[in-house]
Every structure is written in C-alpha cells, then in structure tokens.
C-alpha cells in the first residue's frame, strides 16, 4: 500500500463514506482496518499525516471542530462545511508562553492578567481541584511581581494604600491579587519591594501562610485592630473543614448567644423577606454589610440555628453544612396556613417579580441541569484540560450529545444574545452561584457560567463547559435563558488507573501536564461511577502511546538505573533472557538491582504472613504494574496486553521475558512497598551482539539455541559495551562466558560469526509439500550440544506415522466442518458476525453462537503456546498449523512459504491472509481441534455480482464489517474443504427497533448510482 496513487483512492473512498466528515484519528484507524497499514506519510514524502492531507487539496478538506478536534472531509462536500466552522474555546493559566498543541487548537488564556485576579478560599490550597455544585477551581496559583533590580519607593504611600484596599475587602484576599488591585485603583505598579516586606507591616495588614509553597499562594488580611470577622468572600469554594480566620481583638459574642438581640432578627427577617425564594447561609454577610453598613456578628453563621426562629433552614449538600439555604418562615407562626415564599412584611412585590425571584432561586440551586452521563463506548475521545491531581482530571468528552451538542447550544446563544438584536440586557443583581450567560472577554463568544464571587465592578465566573475561570466586567453577564439549561455541564472529571497513590506527585503531574494537556486522547474507561477510573491513551503517533503508564515512569529514580557507556566493561552481568530473534536481556550490577532484590525478599516474607488472595488484582489494564510468579519467586510485571477477562500478557520488567497468564496468578503491590518498587527503574537491559553480519530478527532458531546453551545458566559473564542505539532503545556489546573481555577472540560475537549457525538454510526449513505427496522426504533441525563451543547441526527426517496422524487428524476435522456448518444453516436464518468484509462478492462470517467458544479457545491457545519452547519446524503447505499474529495465537492453513523466512497463512476462524515468520508456527494439538473453524467465506445475494469499485467496498464494510447481522441463506458452492465452500447469503441489519435493513438493497442503489455517473 505504500504507492502514491493507491493510498489516495482508499483516503477518497473512506473520506466519500463519512459525508459528515471524519476526525483525523478515525481516518488513520479506517484506513487501518482497511489496508492493514498506517497511511504511509513517511513514505509519501511527509514527516507527519497533517502535512500529507495538506498538500492534497483535491482530495481532502480539512477544518477544526470548536471542541478542537481536526475533521477531514472530501473536497467538494460544501454542503458538510458548516458542521466544522467551530472556534476553540479552552484557556490554561499554567501556561506563560506558548501554548503545547498537538491534533487540537485551543485558546490560551493570558497568564498574568487573569492570575492576578485569582481569588479563592484556603479550601482550594488545602484540598486543590475540591468540587461544589459541579464547580472545578484551580489551587495553582502563579504570579509574576516583577524582576530585575528592586528601586525605591515610598512605605508610607505605599501603606496607605493598602491600609485602603484592606478597608474595602476586610474579608482578606490572596497577595497574588494585590499587584492587579493597586494598578486599577492607583495607575501605577505596586512595588516589588513591597510584596516582600507585608509580612513585616503587622500594623497594617497580616499574611497568613497556606500550606503550599508558593510564595504568592498567601492571604492577606487587615490588622487585628482592624478585623471583626474574616469569614470567607468565595462562596464557590467554601469547604467544610475549612477554618474561617479570626482575630482575638475581634467584637466577642456573648459567652453564651442563645437567642439574636430583637434589632438584629429584624434585620436579618427583612432581608429574608426580599428574598423569599431562599437565601444562601453564606451571602448573608455580604448582604448585611451592604444593606445596614455594619458588619454582621460573627456568631451567627457559626450557629444557625438562633435563625430558627425566623427561618427554616435547608442543607442540599449533607456533607458541607456550610452550604445552607435560608428561607424565611410564615409570620403566623405554624407555617401550614400561607406560603413561605409569599412576602407578608412587603406587598408591593408583584406576582411576576415574585416568580423571577423564584426563578432565580431555582437557578442557584442548579436542580435544572441535569447531570453529565458518562459516554456508551468503551473508548471514548476526550479533550483533556488540566490536572492538579490525577484523581480529578478536567476533561471534556467528544462526539455527539457532547462537544457536538455543545456547539448547537452555544450557536444559539450567540443569536440569542447577538448584538444585531434586541439582545438581553447584563444582570442588574448577581449572587455566588447564579448561573448566566457570558459574553468572553477576548471573543464575541456566549458561554455559559457560574458567579464564583462577585466584586465592585466586576464578576468572577466558572465556564461550566470549559472547566476555568475569568474574572469579567458585569456588563458582560446576562440572565441564562431557561432552554439553556437542558445539556448537562459539559466540564467532567476523571481518575487515571494506577496512579491513585501518586496523584499528586509533582513527576507525575508534569509529565502529564507535558504529554496530555491540551490534547484529544482516547479514554478507556475501566469503572464508571461520579469519577470514571480510565486510562489515557495518545493515537496520533504510528503507535499508540499509554498515558498513564508513561506518568507511572515518571516516577523512577535515575540514580538507580543501570546506566551503560560505550567503551565501559562491565564483570558480574547475569543474563536474564534470550529472545528468539537474538535479543538479550542481561542485569549488570547496580544500586537499583539490589534495592530491587532486598524489596521483593520482603515481600516474599510480607506474603508469607499474608493471605495472598487478599492482593488478587481484580482490574486488569494495559501498562499496570503488578507482581507475578517466576522461577518460584515474586518478579515486577507490567501487563502488555488483555485477551478478554481472563487471559492476558504480562513482562517481567527486570527479567526482560514475556509471557501469558491468567489473571488471577497476578498480586497487587502491598501498599508498603509500593513507592519503592515504582521508584526503581526496570532492571532488564535490552542488549545486542554487536558485529554480527546477521541482525537482530534475522537469527535461525539453532543459533538462538546455541546461544542460551552459552549463556543462560552462567552467572559470571562480562561484556563489553560497543555502541547504545537510543532510537530502538537497545545496547550493543561484546559478549564473553569469562572475565577476560580485553580478548576479543574470546567474545561469543566472534565464536558466533565464525559459525554456520546464522546462515539461513531454505532446504531444511522452508520445504513446500502437499497432502497429496505424503512420501516427499521432509527434514527438520535441531541444535545439538557442543563441548567445544564450536555448534553443528544435524538433520532428523520425520518419523512416519506422526505424519499419517496430521493426516487424519485434518481429514477428520474437514468432514466434522461440512457437517458443522450444514446443522447450522439447517433452518435457512441464522446470527452471525463479519469478522471480515472486502466486498459484496467476498465476506467471512462467523456463527454468532460460538463466539464465546471462539474466545475461550484463543485463549488457552495463548496460555498454552507462549509456554512452550520454541522448536525447529517442517512447515508444509496447505497444511494446518497454529500461528502466532500480532499478540495471539490463531488457527491458520499455510497457503505458501517463501525463501526469505515468511510464510502465507490463512486464519481459518476469521477469514484473514497473513504474512508471518516461520519461526511463529507451531503444530496444532488435538485439543485445540475440536471446536469447527468458525470463518466461512461468503456472497451477497440479491445483486448482480460484477468488479466492485473501491467506493462501493468501502460502503459494504462501513455496514457490515465488525457487525452482528442475520444471514438468510440462499444457495451453497460444495467443496472439498469447508475454507474453500462458499455461501450465498443475504444480508439483514436488525440493530434497529424500527425496521430492518437488507443490505443487497442499499448496494442496489449504489449500483444504480455508478451506472447513472457513468
């Protein structure tokens, strides 16, 4: 597929499929399934795919989607052009230069100006990413006071100053916020100094310190004399462990308040009254300073309940009895006979402004918006926004009744607040928690927000949508019209597996803060529940990039890696491994390596005293790091690869070997030796012989052998490094069985170079035979044992009664499949599965009720195969053998085999033509015989047949491929082997409640259609 012009016609006919555009992520995947290759950039002249499909005008139209996604369409598909005219909406305030993108645009928030305007309560610092009403707020403070040399100023103006800024906000604020203050209300910069020396003007103000580090992550607050109460001004954040400052020279309660003065309950029962609706506990000081110019007492929020009188008091939030809901009580007393929200005390409210008051009550509430559901698939595509934690990532999901219906929402908010219109007009009353309307600061963008705090002239607000926060001018906030509220909050949080104890690791979130912020990442979604438990991976490279296992090395410690140099020689190195195609995985002596040794000693004692079935990993996933058994001990793995529930991949890191577990033979890490184990790095070096003519992939199975006969069972080998291919991430030494490595004569490079053994021999191992000729004399190889270090060979014909057992076995297993196969279309309908679909003219199905049997038998052919040793094997054509594709083992026919090492296989289950490596054939076992081969080879029935045009293919597999569909059978092709019979069948689609489609009539038309262009 790597011509020019062929890769061009299958991007055509996947771009003229998907009339709605296709992201560029599903283009590569089409394109995958379609060919079995990745679209070949590279080979076409192009570094990367987005500068290929660039340089293609004619073919392909590329345009961003607002959630930032990159959706191709054909050229000349105008009539899809609106789907993707979208602007990126996303901002980071991490970020001060310029921003990180790669498959996504988004829209970068300036650093300084909104950073300075953060304002947030100790809550956030002390529990960074904490969430009320569906509000995320950021802990991660950064300001910028200035650098260069420090000038002189004037403390005494500048205390004043301050002295007046801390009069207006007597409830402190963050210092990251006093430089954009003081520039606002003086025009001119506060003086760097000045930040520095708040802490020693004890007279004017207090710093308090929050437990992070930061220096500009501290609050400021008026002197004590100054100070009556300092409860929080951030309603969004309020925490219910969180303390309220105080200061001893405040106004004290009475010791003991146990009812209000009959002044105060008044003014308190007034306020009430004008909000009938409700009132939030936490507004009510604000309100009162506002309303009667004086402060309202301290004790009053503490206990609420003296309000008990007056009000009923409602907690929506059980767990933050901070969060509570004022209402007024009826004056009559019981409260049975009138309406709490009816205003007694005064009348001249009219009925509609009553209902708005209701309305807003509703509102700040947030009952109305209903709650985000977590997306169908399994792997669904996400824009991810930012972590502090990895326990709470900020994402956005993509696709439709998401990002896309996101869209459509804030499409219709732009008319519906356009400025060519009599647009509504900016909210004349806001409260904390309100939701509205925002037209953004930099854009003509309507957004949808929650008011975080409100200020002067200005308003903080919570982009529900987009998960950040900007402080904005209250002539730019509206009233949230109420069809606005029907989609769910489109910001969402997530917990990336296996990082939970590291959630908060300054390793682990930067790497993630380089590797996935910022990006549209598949997420596979391991545990749904508030918080899905997911695991983050990156597609748009050639190969797919695990996200969380990546943070997870971020956690090692250099320091114990085993770092190699060229020209180094190294004594005591255990070889581990030695791979089939001459890879070695050898243990030079480090500091890591015995840390390694003494941890898993303890816990062999710790599971020793321990009932092991307790650490049973019950949530497999790809890059999880676990234990497992080898050679009689526990041994560091990370899972490779899962084949369903049951069986799955594993590495020994440190050992460097691969091989195929169930998963109940997996333990967790004991959580007292967890951070200790992940801070050592993989202890397996990955080596190869150097100056060898061969290279690696190229060995013979004998000179593989021959090779672990040397090494595996010495202890005491050296070697000597020559080169370190940091690309394949792999070293190149000279070998030896002794300490004398200053000889090369002596290194197993050149005993191995002076041998036969990597000299590829076509007539021992590549011999083509048929069934027809079971008397060709047929040869196979084995490494025989040699004591002088000098390999032979020696060739054993195959005995001739195991040749007369395959035999039967194969002629047996034909008639159990013509019999298999008539049983099952016996009553003419039937489930099935297209594993495969290259055109109406040729499908492979699959009976859908052996499915599961299919499964379980891969399975063990997995469990069984990679714990076999690998042995030289007689590959005969048209012979059935089991073959190792990708990472499973399938039951293939040999259809050729070529002088270059590679064999021709047909997968007799699904249908599919491999290429694979004669080394990766084994004989297949009575066992793994019994269940029929499942693939069988099938037509379309009810059109014409004739040479499908690639559209038309690409249009059958868009409907049928990878699907669940009914067969009806219309006619039978005998042959003498049920991979060569062949089905007449049509096809129906019953995925449908409301109908049912045949789709012989959808490729009639398209028939029709191509004759009618023609």
């Known amino acids: 597929m790597a011509d020019a012009e062929v890769a061009k016609k299958m991007l055509r006919g996947i771009l003229q499929s998907n009339k709605g555009g296709v992201s560029l992520s599903h283009l590569q995947s089409e394109y995958k399934e379609l060919t079995g290759e990745h679209i070949p950039h590279k080979q076409m002249g192009h570094s990367n795919l987005d500068a290929l499909l660039a340089s293609m005008p004619s073919l392909v139209r590329m345009e961003r989607s607002r959630s930032g996604e990159v959706v191709c369409f054909a050229s000349g598909a105008k009539e899809t052009g609106h789907l993707a005219k979208v602007v990126a909406r996303q901002r980071t305030s991490k970020k001060t230069g310029r921003p990180h993108l790669v498959n996504t645009q988004m829209r970068v928030k300036p650093a300084a100006p909104l950073v300075l305007n953060e304002l947030c309560t100790r809550a956030a610092v002390t529990q960074p990413g904490f969430t009320t009403d569906g509000l995320i707020e950021k802990s991660s403070h950064t300001a910028s006071f200035g650098s260069g040399k420090a000038k002189p100023y004037n403390p005494q103006l500048v205390q004043g100053h301050i002295r007046e800024i801390l009069a207006k906000y007597s409830n402190g604020f963050w210092v990251s916020k006093l430089p954009q203050m003081y520039r606002e209300l003086y025009k001119q910069d506060l ?157 001249s409210a009219s009925e509609e402004e009553l209902r708005v008051r209701k309305e807003l009550g509703r509102r700040l509430s947030n009952q109305a918006v209903p709650p985000l559901q977590i997306p169908k698939e399994e792997y669904p595509s996400v824009l991810v926004v930012e972590a502090t934690n990895t326990n709470g990532v900020l994402l956005r999901y993509i696709g439709e009744g998401y990002s896309q219906a996101q869209e459509s929402m804030e499409d219709e908010m732009r008319e519906f607040y356009g400025l060519d219109q009599s647009s509504p007009t900016p909210v004349s009353s806001l409260s904390s928690g309100q939701l509205v309307a925002v037209r953004a600061e930099e854009e003509e963008e309507i957004l949808r927000a929650q008011v975080c705090e409100v200020m002067t002239d200005k308003v903080k607000v919570y982009y529900v949508d987009h998960g950040f926060s900007e402080v904005i001018s209250k002539n730019k906030v509206f009233e949230l019209h109420e069809k606005f509220f029907k989609l769910s909050f489109q910001a969402a949080k997530c917990k990336l597996a296996g990082l939970e104890t590291f959630c908060q690791d300054p390793a682990v979130l930067k790497k993630f803060e380089t590797m996935a912020s910022g990006k549209i990442l598949l997420a596979e979604i391991l545990e749904r529940g508030q918080t899905p438990l997911v695991v983050l991976y990156d597609t748009s490279q050639d190969d797919d990039i695990n996200i969380n296992a990546a943070c997870m090395k971020a956690l090692h410690d250099k320091s114990l890696a085993s770092p190699l140099q060229v020209n180094s020689a190294y004594m005591n190195v255990a070889i581990s491994s030695v791979c089939s195609d001459g890879t070695i995985y050898c243990q030079p002596p480090s500091r890591g390596l015995t840390k390694m040794n003494e941890t898993l000693e303890k816990i062999e004692t710790y599971f020793h005293s321990q009932v092991t079935s307790e650490f049973l990993v019950s949530r497999p996933f790809c890059g999880k790091r676990c234990l497992a058994r080898y050679k009689g001990k526990w041994f560091r793995v990370e899972i490779t690869n899962l084949h369903g529930s049951r069986v799955l991949d594993i590495l020994f890191i440190d050992v460097g070997v691969q091989a195929s577990v169930e998963v109940f033979e997996l333990r967790e890490i004991p959580p007292p030796f967890l951070r200790d184990l992940m801070a050592i790095p993989p202890q397996a070096v990955k080596c190869c012989l150097a100056d060898l003519a061969v290279s690696v992939g190229s060995w013979t199975p004998d000179a593989v052998q021959w090779l672990r006969d040397k090494v595996l069972n010495t202890t005491d080998c050296s070697m000597k490094v020559a080169k370190v291919d940091e690309k394949k991430r792999c070293i190149h030494v000279h070998l030896f069985t002794d300490k004398n490595f200053h000889d090369p004569d002596r290194s197993l490079n050149r005993q191995m170079a002076q041998s036969e053994l990597l000299k590829q021999q076509p007539d021992v191992f590549l011999t083509s035979h048929r069934i027809s000729t079971p008397t060709s004399s047929t040869k196979t190889s084995s490494a025989s044992n040699s004591t002088n270090g000098s390999p032979t060979s020696a060739n054993v014909p195959v005995k001739p009664h195991l040749r007369r057992y395959i035999l039967h076995l194969n002629a047996l297993i034909l008639n159990v499949l013509i019999s298999h196969w008539t049983l099952v279309f016996s009553g003419n309908n039937m489930d099935v599965y297209v594993s495969l679909a290259c055109h109406p003219g040729h499908f492979v199905l699959q009976p859908w009720g052996d499915m599961y049997r299919l499964v379980v038998l891969m399975g063990e052919m997995i469990l069984y195969y990679n714990k076999t040793e690998e042995k030289p094997l007689n590959v005969e054509k048209n012979q059935i053998y089991a073959a190792k594709v990708e990472n499973s083992w399938h039951r293939v026919l040999v259809k050729g085999v070529l002088n270059s090492g590679l064999v021709s296989v047909y997968e007799l289950d699904y249908g599919k033509h491999e290429l694979v490596s004669c080394t990766q054939l084994r004989p297949l076992i009575k066992e793994f015989r019994q269940l029929p081969f499942q693939g069988i080879t099938a037509q379309l029935a009810g059109v014409k047949q004739r040479q499908w045009s690639e559209e038309a293919s690409i249009v059958f597999r868009h409907h049928v491929e990878k699907k669940p569909m009914v067969a009806q059978l219309e006619a039978v092709q005998e042959a003498t082997t049920p991979w060569e019979r062949k089905l007449t069948v049509f096809l129906v689609d019953t995925s449908q409640e409301e109908k049912d489609t045949w789709v012989h009539d959808i490729m009639a038309e398209f028939a029709d259609e191509l004759t009618n262009e023609l």
């Open 191 to 347: 003086p760097t100094e000045a930040i520095k020396d708040l802490e020693t003007w004890t007279h004017i103000c207090i710093v308090e310190k929050t437990c992070s580090s930061n220096p500009s992550e501290r609050l400021l607050y008026p002197a004590k004399e100054q100070t009556n109460t300092s409860s929080s001004s951030s309603p969004i954040l309020t925490h219910p462990n969180s303390s309220t400052p105080s200061s001893s020279s405040s106004p004290s309660p009475p010791s003991s308040p146990a009812t209000l003065s009959p002044d105060l309950k008044q003014k308190l029962e007034e306020l009430l009254v004008k909000y009938s609706s409700g009132l939030w506990a936490h507004a009510l000081p604000k309100l009162f300073q506002d309303t009667y110019k004086t402060k309202l007492p301290g004790h009053v929020l503490v206990s609420l309940d003296l309000l008990s009188d007056i009000c009923t008091i409602d907690y929506p939030m059980p767990d933050n009895p901070k969060r509570a809901i004022l209402y007024r009580r009826s004056s009559t007393g019981g409260g049975g006979g009138e309406d709490e929200n009816c205003n007694r005390r005064n009348s």
